[in-house]
């Protein structure tokens, strides 16, 4: 499978503190998106960054690729207990389709 | 207001018994696609389509059929279920090619689907 691995599995933090997620993936990609899920809820998207990108912000989201170690991470500052969920990387490969990794659950304690 | 709807939400079935989980999307999207999300496996790709009448295989395929007659509905049928296909199921749609660029993909609030 060409999807993505993100990293930590879990991950449990502070109101306040600031939350990072890996994804490494194994093939060349043209895009990497991060997306959130509520729990047993519908996937939604929060940001993509292209393979020419190095690094994007979504207010208080920062995404980071590095093609050469074929990862990205998804920061998360002054994380809100709401913030709490769970975090997918998607790879899109060979002008393809997309991958999803199986995902960070991430819990922001008040 | 932009949506992509599944029914059933939930279904407890039994082996063997055929069932259609539907999908309809009003955004008028060419590309749609069913994903079905287990524990520690994230989600994986089921059958997706470009465009009305084109469909392609994903990842898992095996026991599942879908159609696409109409651009707005993407059914995902289970012509004989079985356990191992209890599991959550999530339709997603996007802009056409535009999607694995924009990589904006609409879900779903899915389908949790029980096989005994």
């Known amino acids: 499978s060409q999807q993505g691995e993100e990293d930590p599995q879990a991950l449990s933090i502070q109101e306040g503190e600031n939350a990072t997620m890996n994804c490494s993936y194994k093939t060349s990609i043209n895009n990497l998106q991060w997306y959130r899920q509520n729990s047993g809820r519908g996937l939604v998207h929060l940001i993509l960054?292209?393979?020419?990108?190095r690094e994007k912000h979504s207010g208080r989201l920062r995404v980071t690729l590095d093609t050469s170690k074929k990862s990205s991470s998804l920061l998360i500052t002054a994380s809100r207990a709401a913030d709490t969920a769970s975090y997918f990387c998607?790879?899109?490969?060979?002008?393809?389709?997309?991958?999803f990794g199986a995902g960070t659950r991430l819990t922001v304690k008040p | 207001e932009a949506q992509v709807t599944q029914n059933p939400r939930y279904l407890i079935t039994v082996t063997g018994k055929k069932l259609t989980v539907t999908c309809s999307q009003n955004?008028?999207?060419?590309?749609m696609s069913w994903y079905r999300q287990d524990p520690g496996l994230g989600l994986r790709q089921i059958y997706y389509s470009m465009n009305v009448e084109v469909t392609d295989k994903g990842d898992v395929p095996e026991g599942y059929k879908v159609s696409r007659k109409e651009k707005r509905n993407f059914p995902l049928i289970l012509e004989s279920p079985s356990p191992n296909q209890t599991s959550l199921y999530f339709c997603?749609?996007?802009?056409?090619?535009?999607?694995?660029?924009?990589?904006?993909?609409?879900f779903g609030e899915g389908s949790r689907l029980t096989v005994l």
């Open positions: 997603a749609s996007g802009p056409g090619l535009a999607v694995l660029y924009t990589g904006e993909l609409f």
């Open positions: 955004m008028n999207h060419e590309y």
């Open positions: 998607a790879t899109t490969y060979n002008n393809n389709d997309m991958r």
């Open positions: 960054i292209r393979s020419n990108e």
